[in-house]
């Protein structure tokens, strides 16, 4: 109940960004607003091979991430201003119990937040101090 709700607030079309991770490019689902960000990828049925889920906050914090109406495990990946990977967990499961889920949170500051499908952190060997690259569009 609570993704479609939301859903009246984000809309169907979410802007998008580009995110490469080492030498693999991704179209990243734009996540920035309080309402994307609480929605994240809850509801969704999948998520593409070549797209992840791009958190974007506008200052450092331990941004806390759950798995809150998942369909699909992930890997998520959090990421600095210096634009390098500060923390990485694998094989976040989905919860449906908005008070058994379990918040992950990195253990240091970082600005942005990736979510791949599961699996993508070790194909693309993907570690702490690993470069990012991102192309977002205005957010005006």
């Known amino acids: 109940m609570l993704p479609s709700i939301l859903s009246l607030f984000v809309g169907k079309r979410r802007k998008r960004a580009e995110?490469?991770?080492g030498r693999k490019r991704f179209s990243a689902i734009l996540s920035v607003s309080t309402a994307e960000k609480a929605l994240g990828l809850g509801g969704a049925k999948k998520l593409g091979n070549d797209e992840c889920m791009l958190f974007v906050s506008k200052t450092e914090s331990r941004i806390g991430i759950w798995g809150l109406n998942m369909n699909f495990p992930i890997d998520v990946i959090w990421v600095g201003e210096n634009m390098s990977v500060v923390d990485i967990k694998k094989d976040?499961?989905?919860?449906?119990?908005?008070?058994?889920?379990?918040v992950y949170k990195p253990r240091k500051e970082a600005k942005y937040v990736i979510e791949v499908n599961k699996g993508i952190v070790s194909r693309f060997n993907i570690r702490i101090r690993t470069r990012?690259?991102?192309?977002?569009?205005?957010?005006?």
């Open 132 to 140: 990012i690259r991102l192309k977002i569009p205005n957010m005006r």
């Open 92 to 102: 976040l499961e989905p919860c449906i119990c908005i008070f058994c889920c379990k």
């Open 19 to 21: 995110v490469t991770i």
